[in-house]
């Protein structure tokens, strides 16, 4: 059974910075491509960034891109968000989730190919 969990959230000015870490366990993580989403209250849960098991590819959606960074370490088995120049509107629980596909080559924004979450951290911007 794989377990993800994410620590790092909080509270912070507009302007500010973060880091999030998702820790991951039962489960070969270094095989397997990483995701983070995020869900506001009332909105639909929404794609922020992924990257292949490797590092080699990475992608970001554009309301975030220029702003956050996703990496892994796969020797500490942790997948992080940094997450720069902070708006209100990133307020929202984030999740970081692993594949289904061993080694995918190909990153996918959609929640449907990620079968593994963690039980989410809660981030608030204030203005």
């Known amino acids: 059974q794989v377990q993800l969990v994410e620590s790092g959230g909080g509270l912070v000015q507009a302007g500010g910075s973060l880091r999030l870490s998702c820790a991951a366990s039962?489960?070969?993580?270094?095989?397997?491509?990483m995701g983070w989403f995020r869900q506001a209250p009332g909105k639909e849960r929404e794609f922020v960034a992924a990257?292949?098991?490797?590092?080699?590819?990475?992608y970001y959606s554009d309301s975030v891109k220029g702003r956050f960074t996703i990496s892994r370490d796969n020797a500490k088995i942790t997948v992080y968000l940094q997450m720069n120049s902070l708006k209100p509107e990133d307020t929202a629980v984030y999740y970081c989730?692993?594949?289904?596909?061993?080694?995918?080559?190909?990153?996918?924004?959609?929640?449907?190919?990620?079968?593994?979450w963690g039980q989410g951290t809660q981030l608030t911007v204030s203005s």
């Open positions: 039962g489960r070969t993580f270094s095989n397997y491509a």
């Open positions: 989730a692993a594949d289904r596909v061993w080694r995918r080559s190909v990153l996918a924004p959609t929640s449907s190919v990620y079968d593994y």
């Open positions: 990257v292949t098991w490797n590092g080699d590819d990475i």
